[in-house]
């Protein structure tokens, strides 16, 4: 197991929240006021590219040896053609389990495959959401040795169009909310200006408290 930081030369880095994974096939991207945003590394197989994919980070900070972590982020065909990725495999793994919601069951009624032999879809100008909403959950099973924040594990996509291509997978950052800070209170203030008014009311020119002052 690699224990050194993504390769930045060789890959790019994404920074995206899970919110704006799953806006990717509509286009958008959405951002989240409350949470810090996560890492991820990007790739490109031939106008197949892959986004912000990682690992989520894990109970305790690290995936202890022999666990399983599945993957996140997203897949994005951006040729005219459909494509389907065929497996997905790594040297620092035992295996990939796939659940896909939207498959067809087969004889046995499962819905999905193991790393040597999936059949997942990538539309044509359309996004595949790896672990989000109704996408596909992918799962690396049966990790070699413990992985935590700032190291990965490296994983080869192969598409039966766009061919193949290896990215390092890193482990997420933890989700945290930032503090929004002290908010102004508006009432504590009005009732200070409220408290500063206590007392006489100031008298008019020509008032009868005027005029005694004057005598």
């Known amino acids: 197991m690699n224990r050194r930081a993504p390769r930045a030369a060789a890959l790019g880095a994404l920074l995206l929240s899970p919110v704006a994974l799953s806006a990717c096939s509509a286009g958008q991207v959405s951002q989240t006021a409350n949470s810090e945003q996560q890492l991820g590394v990007n790739a490109d197989a031939e106008g197949v590219v892959l986004r912000g994919l990682q690992l989520p980070y894990p109970t305790g900070?690290?995936?202890?040896?022999?666990?399983?972590?599945?993957?996140?982020?997203?897949?994005?065909?951006?040729?005219?053609?459909?494509?389907t990725l065929?497996?997905?495999?790594?040297?620092?793994?035992?295996?990939?389990?796939?659940v896909d919601p939207a498959a067809e069951p087969a004889a046995d009624g499962s819905t999905g495959g193991t790393?040597?032999?999936?059949?997942?879809?990538?539309?044509?100008?359309?996004?595949?959401?790896?672990g989000g909403g109704?996408?596909?959950?992918?799962?690396?099973?049966?990790?070699?040795s413990s992985v935590g924040v700032s190291q990965y594990v490296p994983?080869?996509?192969?598409?039966?169009?766009?061919?193949?291509?290896?990215?390092?997978?890193?482990?997420?950052?933890?989700v945290r909310d930032l503090p929004r800070g002290e908010q102004f209170d508006f009432h504590e203030e009005e009732g200070?200006?409220?408290?500063?008014?206590?007392?006489?009311?100031?008298?008019?020119?020509?008032?009868?408290?005027?005029?005694?002052?004057?005598?």
């Open 61 to 83: 900070g690290e995936y202890p040896a022999g666990s399983d972590a599945r993957l996140i982020g997203a897949i994005v065909n951006e040729t005219q053609t459909d494509d």
């Open 86 to 98: 065929v497996s997905v495999t790594g040297p620092d793994f035992t295996d990939v389990e796939v």
């Open 115 to 130: 790393g040597s032999s999936l059949d997942l879809t990538v539309p044509a100008g359309e996004a595949l959401l790896l």
């Open 134 to 144: 109704d996408g596909p959950a992918v799962t690396l099973v049966g990790l070699s």
């Open 155 to 174: 994983v080869t996509f192969t598409f039966e169009e766009a061919g193949e291509v290896t990215l390092d997978v890193p482990v997420g950052n933890p």
């Open 192 to 215: 200070g200006e409220e408290g500063g008014e206590t007392g006489s009311e100031p008298t008019e020119p020509g008032s009868e408290s005027s005029e005694s002052a004057d005598e």
